[in-house]
C-alpha cells in the first residue's frame, strides 16, 4: 500500500481553484482534487492505483467505485476543462519561479567552505543538533 499524506481538501488551493473556476457542489470538488492529488504523487492515471493513493479513510473498493461513479456520471464540458487547465498552468508556474528565486537566493548566500593548510575542507560539525 502507498503512504498517506492526509491534506485537508477543503483548505486546498487546488480545492479553491476548482471552487472558483466551476460551479460544482463541494462533494464532486472533493473528489476530483482526490483524484489530482493522487494522480501528481503515484504518477500513474490508472483508476486502481489511484484509488489506492486515495487521501481518505474508506476502503480502496470503496475508493474505485467512487471513481468510477465519478467519471461514469459526469460529463467535462470543454471550454471549463481548458480554464482549469490554463489556471493549473499558472499555478505551476508561480510555483516554479518562486522555487527557482529561492534557490538563486541561498546560492547567492551561501558561504564558501574554507580549505585548511594541509588541503581538506574545513566541516563544522554541529555537537549540539537542534531536534
Not at 457542489?25 to 489530482?36: E, S
Not at 474508506?58 to 475508493?63: D, G, Q, V
Request: aromatic residues 14%; proline residues 2%.
Amino acid at each position: 500500500m502507498y503512504k498517506n499524506t492526509k491534506v485537508d481538501s477543503k483548505n486546498t488551493e487546488l480545492f479553491e481553484l476548482f471552487k472558483a473556476t466551476t460551479n460544482w457542489h463541494k462533494a464532486r470538488i472533493k473528489c476530483i482534487v482526490l483524484i489530482v492529488q493522487a494522480m501528481i504523487k503515484l504518477q500513474s492515471v490508472s483508476y486502481t492505483k489511484i484509488a489506492q493513493g486515495f487521501d481518505s479513510n474508506a476502503t480502496y473498493e470503496s475508493n474505485l467505485r467512487r471513481i468510477q461513479r465519478f467519471f461514469a456520471k459526469f460529463y467535462f464540458d470543454p471550454i471549463l476543462f481548458s480554464k482549469l487547465i490554463f489556471k493549473l498552468i499558472a499555478v505551476v508556474a508561480i510555483a516554479f519561479i518562486w522555487a527557482y528565486l529561492a534557490g538563486i537566493d541561498k546560492h547567492e548566500n551561501l558561504k564558501p567552505i574554507k580549505t585548511k593548510k594541509h588541503g581538506r575542507k574545513a566541516y563544522k560539525h554541529n555537537t549540539n543538533p537542534k531536534r
